[in-house]
């Protein structure tokens, strides 16, 4: 061993940093990236502020809780960016073709998975983090005033968001960029199923149970409780809590598959389309 | 049981669907030289360095790297070795010198700014060490993935055709570079290449492939005159040209 290097670890926090530290430098020379952190995330949020606004004097509903629209836009923006945050953080290193490089270094595949875990986490915070504090002024509605079930939703909804991530990322490593459509749209088909802006009790009863397999629908649901009626729903979390570490452990492992499929179909080296 | 080779490959083999990009091939290289693999296109060069580097699981077959198992011991041994290849790249956004802070602290080097200040100094990069990489010529861009490759001062550096496309002074340069290099620090260099040339004045041995199989190897030297040839060059071609199996 040459006095350069200090001895190999089996899990070094230096290397989860050296990979944060590769996508900070890139959002710090990207000023588009970093706008569009936060740009669509606004937008939205000012979307269904305006319709809120309109809402809350012509409908019953959203007039017994003003914030119960831009609550769910918000926190469903969690769920959307820490998403596509994994996603898109792995799939620079396949726009770059630096994955050949990063996988002869002794970075190990879970080291890189907490690296993208961290970094969605930074850009979900950017992003929707920057539209809450814009609905503010724009709304006069603070999301903050939630307190502590804020963070429960919001580490529910993050964890909830890694699983599918890393799932998508998984995809993408194996089939290629071909399947980078992948990650704008899969998420989606999980909106109409969490109860997003209306109640679970809405969906067709055969529909509802696999509703309930959602850690979001437990979510949303106990976001409702709370805006309605001032209650938290400690049995609502606690079920997405346990749900989501399943979704975790399914989705680490199904991203550890595809990176033993793609050791064995040679991928890493000719990633692209 | 200690090993007298730096790399030893048994029965190696590498099957896609029913094509054998590697079939069955044995090699060993000695510490403290450079040697070669040389093959066509398809003939199993870059399939090889990348299951040595654990890029690519193989089908059957063994590797051993200082003596231990490269499947188990895959990221004890890279700490070792580095790799570079003109088929991979590094981020283009990020500077030489945040692209080589990156990797210093993946191979957790000790003084990272001492080791890249050095790194530049050696291959000319102090001028753009701030420069994005993406805005470097080829030949700037070939001393950028050296220096990332020798950052860890590795035993082992594999190298896929380290001079392709390069114009024929950065190319010599980076010849001369890496037998310094290969001199001065000890270090086993096993390359990939298509410069015959470059493979004659670098390296000691070279092992010759042709549709995944080994079919000859020895100095380039003695294969020159196993084969009554003027240069490497004629020995590629003829190997190449001969009907399948057939060998000198």
């Known amino acids: 061993m040459n006095g350069i290097i200090q001895p190999d670890v089996p899990f070094s926090p230096r290397r989860i940093g050296a990979m944060v530290l590769r996508h900070i430098y890139l959002l710090r020379a990207s000023w588009p990236r970093v706008l569009e952190l936060i740009y669509w995330p606004t937008v939205q949020m000012v979307l269904w502020g305006f319709i809120t606004v309109f809402l809350a004097q012509n409908s019953s509903y959203i007039a017994q809780a003003t914030g119960v629209l831009l609550s769910a836009v918000l926190l469903w923006d969690v769920l959307f960016r820490g998403q596509i945050g994994i996603a898109l953080v792995f799939m620079e290193e396949m726009y770059s073709r630096n994955l050949g490089h990063l996988f002869v270094s002794p970075l190990r595949p879970y080291e890189m998975v907490c690296s993208l875990l961290l970094m969605s986490l930074l850009r979900t915070l950017i992003g929707v983090g920057g539209a809450a504090l814009v609905a503010i002024p724009f709304f006069d509605y603070n999301i903050f005033e939630l307190g502590l079930p804020l963070i429960a939703f919001f580490l529910n909804l993050i964890v909830m968001s890694w699983a599918i991530g890393l799932l998508v990322a998984g995809i993408v490593m194996r089939y290629g960029l071909g399947a980078e459509s992948i990650a704008w749209v899969a998420i989606f088909a999980l909106q109409p199923l969490s109860g997003v802006y209306y109640p679970i009790s809405v969906l067709p009863g055969w529909l509802q149970p696999v509703a309930w397999a959602l850690p979001s629908s437990h979510v949303f649901e106990g976001l409702r409780e709370l805006l309605f009626h001032q209650t938290v729903n400690a049995t609502l979390l606690l079920n997405a809590a346990w749900i989501n570490v399943i979704y975790l452990i399914g989705g680490i492992a199904i991203f550890l598959g595809f990176f033993h499929a793609a050791r064995q179909k040679g991928l890493l080296l000719h990633v692209g389309e | ?248």
């Open chain 2, 1 to 248: 049981m200690a090993s007298d080779h730096v790399i030893e490959v048994s029965g190696l083999t590498k099957i896609f669907g029913s094509l054998a990009a590697v079939d069955g091939i044995d090699f060993a290289v000695r510490p403290g030289v450079t040697s070669a693999l040389l093959g066509g296109n398809g003939a199993g060069k870059t399939t090889t360095i990348a299951m040595l580097l654990g890029l690519l699981l193989p089908t059957s077959g063994s590797i051993r790297i200082f003596g231990e198992d490269m499947l188990r011991q895959r990221y004890k041994l890279l700490h070792r070795m580095n790799f570079s290849s003109p088929y991979v790249d590094l981020p283009h956004r990020l500077t030489v010198r945040q692209n080589l802070s990156v990797y210093s602290h993946l191979y957790r080097l000790r003084d990272v700014p001492r080791r890249i200040r050095q790194l530049a100094s050696e291959l000319d990069l102090a001028a753009v060490l701030d420069r994005p990489y993406g805005k470097l010529s080829a030949g700037q861009k070939t001393r950028v993935a050296l220096a990332k490759s020798l950052l860890n001062a590795p035993e082992l550096l594999l190298l896929d055709e380290p001079t392709a496309s390069l114009d024929p002074d950065t190319a010599d340069y980076v010849r001369g570079y890496l037998e310094n290099y290969q001199r001065t620090s000890g270090a086993t260099i096993l390359l990939a290449s298509h410069n015959m040339a470059e493979v004659e004045r670098l390296c000691s041995d070279v092992v010759m492939l042709k549709r995944g199989k080994v079919v000859d190897s020895g100095a380039p030297d003695a294969l020159i005159a196993r084969y009554g040839l003027k240069n490497l060059e004629e020995v590629f071609i003829d190997i190449a040209r001969r009907p399948h199996e057939a060998t000198a």
